[in-house]
T-cell receptor, first 114, second 114 residues
Framework: AQSVTQLGSHVSVSEGALVLLRCNYSSSVPPYLFWYVQYPNQGLQLLLKYTSAATLVKGINGFEAEFKKSETSFHLTKPSAHMSDAAEYFCAVSSSGGYQKVTFGIGTKLQVIP | DSGVTQTPKHLITATGQRVTLRCSPRSGDLSVYWYQQSLDQGLQFLIQYYNGEERAKGNILERFSAQQFPDLHSELNLSSLELGDSALYFC?????????????FGEGSRLTVL
């Protein structure tokens, strides 16, 4: 079984401040982990992914996430928030091998305050 | 452009009616996933198909059914519609077996039930 917990359904940051979106996972096998972003009225698009290579993963738009096995976490960060970062962010987990059931978290809406 | 095509983009219908949503996956992708996104329940996994066969089932109502055809496109059928079925329905695709599980999402079909 696998699951994802995103802490905080809404996060507000000031423009230029650090963005930190939290994600903890549970998986009985080595996981693949993802962050997706959804802008208003659009589908989800991949921001970054962890697939058992480097534990620090860099994605698009200056975002990065660090896989910490001991903490079962995969938090998303960006050093300096931009107004265009306002969106909903979803953490997801899939199990390696097989037919890849993908489980999403509830999502975190990021508000960027000017 | 993710390469996943969903039609129709918008659909307005009445309670009790039946609708069909269509999804064409990315070229070469064998797995198709259906998700329902609503304001109160977030992103809910409905069902997954791999190369024409059902592989995983989520929170899909008995009034809903889906299939994946030999050409790999998929249809989601929603019947006896209720007001609560109003939502954004996403299709996603992936290569499938022995893949990292990265999903490519369409732009969704927005269903409004009046």
């Amino acid at each position: 079984a696998q699951s994802v917990t995103q802490l905080g359904s809404h996060v507000s940051v000031s423009e230029g401040a650090l963005v930190l979106l939290r994600c903890n996972y549970s998986s009985s096998v080595p996981p693949y982990l993802f962050w997706y972003v959804q802008y208003p009225n659009q589908g989800l698009q991949l921001l970054l992914k962890y697939t058992s290579a480097a534990t620090l993963v860099k994605g698009i738009n200056g975002f990065e996430a660090e896989f910490k096995k001991s903490e079962t976490s995969f938090h998303l960060t960006k050093p300096s928030a931009h107004m265009s970062d306002a969106a909903e962010y979803f953490c997801a987990v899939s199990s390696s091998g097989g037919y890849q059931k993908v489980t999403f978290g509830i999502g975190t809406k990021l508000q960027v305050i000017p | 452009d993710s390469g996943v095509t969903q039609t129709p983009k918008h659909l307005i219908t009445a309670t009790g009616q039946r609708v069909t949503l269509r999804c064409s996956p990315r070229s070469g992708d064998l797995s198709v996933y259906w998700y329902q996104q609503s304001l109160d329940q977030g992103l809910q996994f409905l069902i997954q198909y791999y190369n024409g066969e059902e592989r995983a089932k989520g929170n899909i109502l008995e009034r809903f059914s889906a299939q994946q055809f030999p050409d790999l496109h998929s249809e989601l059928n929603l019947s006896s519609l209720e007001l609560g079925d109003s939502a954004l329905y996403f299709c996603a695709s992936s290569v499938g077996r022995m893949n990292t599980g990265e999903l490519f999402f369409g732009e969704g079909s927005r269903l409004t039930v009046l």
